[in-house]
Nanobody, 129 residues
Framework: QVQLVESGGGSVQAGGSLRLSCAAS????????MGWFRQAPGKEREGVAN??????????NYADSVKGRFTISQDKDKNTLYLQMNSLKPEDTAMYYC????????????????????WGQGTQVTVSS
C-alpha cells in the first residue's frame, strides 16, 4: 500500500527558506509521477511542482508563482521527494501536500489534482511578513 508522509513545514519570515520532504513507502519513485500541491484557507488546492524520471532524464514542471524560487527533486535511494523553497513570501502560506501516481508526467499536471491517486496528510508552511 502506498503511503506518503510529509515533513519539514514550519514558520519562517519572508525571504527565508524551508525544505519539505515526502517519505514514500509501498512503491518506488522511479515509476511514479510525483507532485507538490498546496492549499490555503478558503482557496482551492493549487499545483506547485511535479517531477518524473525516465531513463536518466528528469522532467520537472512548476507553477508560475514559484518558478525560480522552488525546486522539486527526489532521492530514489531514500524514496524521498523534496521541495526546496527559497525567497518565501507570505502568499506561500498554505498546507503543502505530496502526491503520487503510477503514470508518466512529462508535462505539467499541476492543474489536475485528480491525476494523483495517492496523497500525504500535509505539512503546514507559514510565512510572516
Amino acid at each position: 500500500q502506498v503511503q506518503l508522509v510529509e515533513s519539514g513545514g514550519g514558520s519562517v519570515q519572508a525571504g527565508g527558506s524551508l525544505r519539505l520532504s515526502c517519505a514514500a513507502s509501498g512503491y518506488t519513485y522511479s515509476t511514479y509521477c510525483m507532485g507538490w500541491f498546496r492549499q490555503a484557507p478558503g482557496k482551492e488546492r493549487e499545483g506547485v511542482a511535479n517531477i518524473y524520471a525516465s531513463i536518466g532524464v528528469t522532467y520537472t514542471n512548476y507553477a508560475d508563482s514559484v518558478k525560480g524560487r522552488f525546486t522539486i527533486s527526489q532521492d530514489k535511494d531514500k524514496n524521498t521527494l523534496y521541495l526546496q523553497m527559497n525567497s518565501l513570501k507570505p502568499e506561500d502560506t498554505a498546507m503543502y501536500y505530496c502526491a503520487a501516481e503510477k503514470k508518466r508526467c512529462y508535462y505539467s499536471v499541476l492543474g489536475e489534482p485528480g491525476f494523483f491517486g495517492y496523497w500525504g496528510q500535509g505539512t503546514q508552511v507559514t510565512v510572516s511578513s
